[in-house]
């Protein structure tokens, strides 16, 4: 059995009857990870639960916080989709690794290609929330913003589960190009919203190639060790190179991590 690595920043300030704790937590939500039935692939290593109220805003190119992630140990997001001409692409390349990921959607698409958004949902994965029509939120009026936000999570609630509801079924946000404003961070908090950052990213939304894209986050998450990750399944080169990537991350030893909101019995995004 592979022996987990001992949290980096907890030996400082946490006695040896806590740190045993940690790990004993850190092992049980591994063993909820679903085992993948091909040898040989990457897998996902453990499920992670979280919310708001522990981790109300993660990801450190925006915030003060991440995930507790160990060394080597990676959480997979995706942002801007469906797109039927990638998104599919992507979930191929996850499905042959016995990968799960996080997909921040926006909800026009959504209610375009509804198919698309359960497949994600019934593969397995976390759907979040990416505003209606993704403008910046910076940038328009209050109750505009309001309403991408309310909107978006509408959309995609109806077409998850056919009820119109601004409440998510699943807590997870990102703001189209990290662009948030006190009213709207406040807004989100207060209905227990945990908000996306990142830790790293691959830059997919500027021209390159696959190999370009590859060559990249492989260096940033080299010199990072782990991380929330940036990628948008709306991007060609991104889907040409998700595959690469995967076997990068299995042949150097790192690890993905599932998230899905903290609470009894709770799915990804109600799917059980």
Same mark, same amino acid.
């Given at each position: 059995?592979?022996?987990? !690595?001992?949290? *980096? ?5 946490l006695d040896a009857p806590a740190i045993a704790l940690v790990a004993a937590l850190a092992w049980s939500a591994t063993a909820r990870a679903q ?6 692939? *990457? ?24 995930? !507790? *992630? ?17 998104? !599919? ?6 499905? &042959? ?14 209610? &375009?290609?509804?198919? *698309? ?9 976390t759907i979040g929330y990416h505003t209606w029509t993704h403008p910046s939120l910076m940038r328009i009026a209050p109750a505009e913003a309001t ?9 995609? &609630? ?7 509801? #601004?409440?998510?079924? #699943? ?41 370009? &894209? ?12 782990k991380g929330i990750i940036l990628f948008h399944d709306s991007k060609a080169r991104t889907a040409a190179m998700l595959p690469a990537f995967l ?16 609470? !009894? ?8």
């Open positions: 059995m592979t022996k987990m !690595p001992r949290p *980096l920043r907890a030996r400082h300030f085992a993948c039935p091909r040898p040989g692939t *990457l897998g996902t290593s453990r499920i992670l639960e979280i919310d708001a109220v522990s981790t109300p805003r993660v990801g450190l190119k925006q915030y003060r916080q991440s995930l !507790p *992630l160990w060394d080597h140990e990676v959480v997979l997001t995706f942002d801007d989709g469906p797109w039927p001409p990638t998104t !599919p692409k992507v979930l191929a390349a996850l499905a &042959e690794q016995c990968v799960k990921a996080t997909f921040f959607v926006i909800g026009k698409p959504a209610l &375009e290609h509804p198919d *698309l958004v359960r497949r994600i949902a019934a593969e397995g994965h309403m991408q936000i309310d909107r978006g999570i509408s959309a995609v &609630e109806t077409v998850l589960h056919g009820v119109a509801t #601004t409440v998510p079924s #699943t807590p997870f946000f990102r703001f189209p190009g990290f662009e948030s404003t006190p009213a709207t961070l406040d807004l989100l908090r207060s209905r227990g919203i945990v908000v996306f950052g990142a830790d790293l990213w691959a830059g997919d939304w500027n021209v390159m190639t696959p190999q370009q &894209e590859l060559k990249l986050i492989a260096d940033r998450l080299h010199a990072a060790g076997r990068y991350l299995r042949d150097h030893n790192y690890r993905v991590v599932h998230l899905v909101p903290t609470g !009894p019995g709770v799915g990804f995004n109600g799917v059980p």
